[in-house]
């Protein structure tokens, strides 16, 4: 039985019994300040838990691309460690939403396993919540009872808190949980040992498959619990454990979900995977865990970064690539070439990732190149430092510098350093990473209070496309603590503040309760949840509100969204249809689009695109906005953006049906006219494959073209005004370079001087030529100078050279390959223990030749005896 056979049998059986099959979310999730990946089937459902929205059906299931780096058995170096842990991976699941509880989920589970699947029910055990007496929590008796009726009471384990009481965070719904166990052991095996006590155990062939999570309260901020006025069934099944047991397989990586990854990993080394614990088999697996999170999570619209989700991403990829780096002897990009082979597996089930192979196999590409590049300079890091050391350990500190900005692991440092008869202060490094991770914590940490609820009713409206002023009632509020900083959140019943989302930022204005005045700073939402964060709390709550946008925001906000709707289809016409939109930022004063092409736009394009958008402008098209189904939208023509999740009923924003129509939740201007004008502002490279672009409409384009017609006037005036402005710069910047050439040649005319000068102040100490000197010399490239004609004038030499540059002690250090072999000289060395210190700086560079700068120029003197003391 195929991955596919089982992905779809789970989906049909649960379709039997009255459930909705609904489409993955997107991987990367857009709006839950409290999480950057869906790590868990029910994420998309969080606000049906929640009593935010009423759910359309209350029985639902589907498999949801899932992605953990952290927390239980997630940490990230350990994945490919052993054999059955993921980044990413399928999670098949099953809900009820104030439908079916215990007794229903409970049967339909064993059904599917036990009858549809087949698996023998000697191989099962399951697990319920044994009770937890500080929360005041009974055994699970229900769930014990209804497990009675289909399995022996002696394969039915009782689970403590930590195993078998699923939340889903810190507050929020909460409940008991059954896991359903399988033992994969040989017979023998399992006649020596029973198979309960390896239950939960960590055991690599007794693992947890699926797990029934029966969501019956809600943790408050206060750790109290308070029952669900409805109670909910969240089910998670991994698809990967589950093939592995129903194909026969002792490990994840031997099923058809990855063998086809492997073979070619196979093909593209020359290397053999043979299934066990080396480094080289380890590597495969990493590889062909990794691909499948960097790929899917790219596809879904999170470019690899230095910060938030897409440094995750990073971390994910350039962990993937030091693997096959280090123990598949690979030394250029391999990931992307295993894109292809992923894209049509998955084609049929996640058929985004097919869509765009080719742009996502080239952020991979270039993501590869430049860690590799990075990957060689850590190398001469590390091999620089051993040159240097005085002892053989490298520090904690040190060990740290190469994990976060080389991105060598502490075993690849370890590995180095060992093949150089090196240890490694582990300590010390873990202190370093600690404090990092303690940083980071801080900057990130919030403090969010319950919710005060004023008012029971459960829904809140969106009313801003229609009106910017309403009256309404606060329906609940809670208060915010981040970085030492205090801010309120409220809720109202209805509001015409636009929550930020599609790139448009969220509404800003006022709150009148009753004479009291509240600033609404920005409205962003909370899943689907519209939150208002305000300057301070109402002091009558209960009292009618009266709300009020910033109109002039919003109107501004809403030409430069429209505008990226003529943008987008003006790209597309230029560039070619491989144009997709990466990302966007629409407000008040710019737009901001991010879109895929690998090249960069010609000011000949760009003049192109602005023509194209300025003429739709003065066409003064209506802007078109509809309710229709997703399926009719699509049919429409309508674009869709690859990550984005969409309901059964979207909006569509046309201007003009055979230019732009666009699937989008955004609010917009009547017709196009009222742009006025469109101007880019920029250009540039954003990551491989996307390039940014910069614009302003209305008012905003004007006060732009203007400022550049001022300056162009006073370029004008200050060049006498020519009558042909550009020539006249050309000709200037000609003269400028004609004179630096001159100055060039004066400079090393000088050197030339100064050198032949030199020469009779040469002392001998101890065998060695050494010239010590404080010289007069206008920059760093002038003392390079020096010291390299010198070097081939003078045997055996030390040559040091100091000078006072911009006000800045610089120091040039030149040593005899010969003195470096028999004295033991090092220039860098030199440069660190005696000289460092005097000018307040540092410096290095090779053993015969270094550099240094520093702030301190009034010790020059003490430098040059500092080296002539140290060869005396």
């Not at 709707?565 to 966007?584: D, E, I």
Request: aromatic share 8%.
């Amino acid at each position: 039985m195929t991955a596919s056979d089982i992905r779809q049998q789970f989906l049909d059986f649960f379709a039997s019994k009255g459930h909705q099959i609904v489409p993955s979310a997107p991987i990367v999730i857009k709006n839950d300040p409290t999480l950057m990946f869906t790590n868990a089937g029910m994420n998309q459902f969080k606000d049906y838990f929640l009593g935010n929205q009423v759910p359309a059906h209350t029985r639902v299931a589907d498999t949801q691309k899932c992605l953990r780096v952290s927390g239980k058995h997630n940490d990230l170096e350990e994945v490919g460690i052993d054999t059955y842990h993921h980044t990413m991976f399928e999670m098949l699941g099953n809900w009820s939403f104030g439908d079916y509880f215990k007794k229903e989920a409970i049967a339909w589970s064993w059904e599917l396993l036990t009858e549809v699947y087949k698996i023998p029910k000697d191989k099962l055990y399951v697990t319920v919540f044994e009770g937890d007496t500080s929360e005041n929590l009974p055994k699970d008796e229900e769930a014990y009872n209804f497990w009675k009726e289909h399995i022996a009471e002696d394969r039915i384990l009782l689970g403590n808190k930590k195993d078998n009481f699923w939340e889903m965070g810190d507050t929020g719904p909460c409940g008991p949980c059954s896991e359903i166990h399988v033992d994969c052991r040989p017979d023998a095996e399992k006649q020596q040992v029973d198979g309960k006590t390896l239950v939960n155990a960590d055991h690599p062939q007794v693992i947890e498959i699926w797990n029934n999570v029966f969501m019956q309260f809600n943790r408050l901020k206060d750790k109290s619990l308070e029952p669900l006025p409805a109670k909910h069934v969240d089910t998670g099944m991994g698809l990967e454990r589950l093939v592995r047991v129903l194909q026969g397989k002792t490990s994840n990586y031997d099923t058809d979900l990855f063998m086809n990854t492997i073979h070619t990993t196979e093909q593209l080394t020359g290397k053999k995977y043979e299934g066990t614990d080396t480094r080289k088999d380890v590597a495969f697996r990493v590889i062909a865990d990794h691909i499948r999170a960097i790929s899917f999570t790219i596809a879904d619209g999170q470019l690899p970064s230095n910060t938030g989700a897409g440094y995750v991403i990073r971390r994910i990829l350039r962990r993937a690539v030091r693997y096959y780096f280090s123990f598949l002897d690979v030394r250029k990009p391999l990931l992307h070439d295993l894109v292809p082979v992923l894209a049509a597996q998955f084609s049929h089930v996640f058929p985004e990732l097919q869509q765009q192979v080719e742009f996502v196999k080239k952020v991979i590409f270039e993501e590869e190149n430049n860690f590799l590049r990075t990957l060689d300079s850590g190398i001469r890091r590390i091999e620089d430092f051993i040159q240097q050391a005085a002892a053989k350990n490298i520090d904690g500190q040190t060990a740290f510098e190469l994990y976060d900005t080389y991105g060598f692991p502490y075993d690849l440092t370890s590995l180095i350093a060992a093949e150089n008869n090196f240890t490694v202060d582990e300590k010390g490094f873990e202190a370093a990473m600690k404090q990092q991770k303690d940083r980071s914590r801080a900057a990130t940490e919030l403090d969010t209070g319950d919710w005060v609820i004023v008012d029971e009713t459960p829904d809140s409206v969106f009313i801003g496309y229609e009106q910017l002023e309403g009256t309404t009632k606060l329906l609940k509020y809670r208060t915010v603590k981040a970085k030492g900083k205090e801010q309120y959140q409220l809720v109202l019943e209805q509001t015409p503040f636009y929550a930020e989302s599609g790139g448009q930022v969220g509404d800003t204005g006022t709150l009148h309760f009753g004479d009291e005045v509240i600033h609404v700073t920005d409205t962003k939402k909370e899943n689907n949840l519209i939150i208002h964060f305000a300057d301070k709390l109402p002091k009558q709550p209960s009292a009618a509100v009266k709300t009020a946008v910033d109109r002039d925001k919003r109107r501004d906000t809403a030409r430069h969204h429209s505008a990226t709707h003529l943008l987008h289809a003006a790209l597309r016409q230029v560039l070619g249809t491989h144009v997709a939109q990466k990302g966007s930022l629409v407000n008040a004063e710019n737009l901001r689009f991010d879109f895929s092409h690998f090249a960069k736009v010609t000011d000949e394009e760009l003049a192109q695109i602005e023509a194209i958008v300025n003429e739709k402008i003065r066409q003064n098209i209506p802007v078109v906005i509809r309710e229709m189904s997703k399926d009719d939208a699509l049919k429409l023509g309508a674009m869709a953006l690859f990550g984005e999740k969409y309901g059964d009923v979207v909006r569509v924003v046309v201007m003009d049906p055979a230019y732009s129509v666009e699937l989008c939740g955004g609010t917009h201007i009547g017709a196009t006219g009222e742009l006025g004008l469109f101007k880019f502002v920029s250009e540039s490279a954003v990551a491989a494959g996307v390039r940014r672009v910069e614009a302003v409409t209305g008012a905003k384009a004007e006060a732009f073209v203007n400022e550049q017609l001022l300056q162009l006037k006073e370029i004008k005036a200050a060049l006498k005004n020519p009558k042909e402005p550009v020539k006249a710069v050309e000709a200037l910047l000609q003269d400028k370079s004609s004179l630096e050439k001159q100055v060039e040649a004066l400079e090393l005319e000088k050197v030339r001087q100064l050198a032949t000068a030199l020469h009779s102040e040469v002392e001998t100490i101890n065998g060695i030529n050494f010239l010590g000197k404080i010289v007069s010399i206008s920059n760093a490239e002038g003392l390079k100078q020096l010291s390299f004609q010198l070097k081939n004038e003078i045997a055996d030499h030390v040559l040091l050279f100091v000078a006072n540059i911009g006000g800045k002690a610089a120091v040039a250090l030149t040593i005899d390959e010969k003195l470096v072999a028999s004295k033991g000289l090092e220039a860098p060395k030199i440069i660190k223990e005696k000289i460092a210190s005097l000018i307040k700086g540092g410096g290095g560079g090779q053993k015969t030749f270094a550099t240094a700068g520093g702030q301190d120029t009034d010790k020059l003197d003490q430098v040059i005896a500092a080296v002539r003391a140290l060869i005396s």
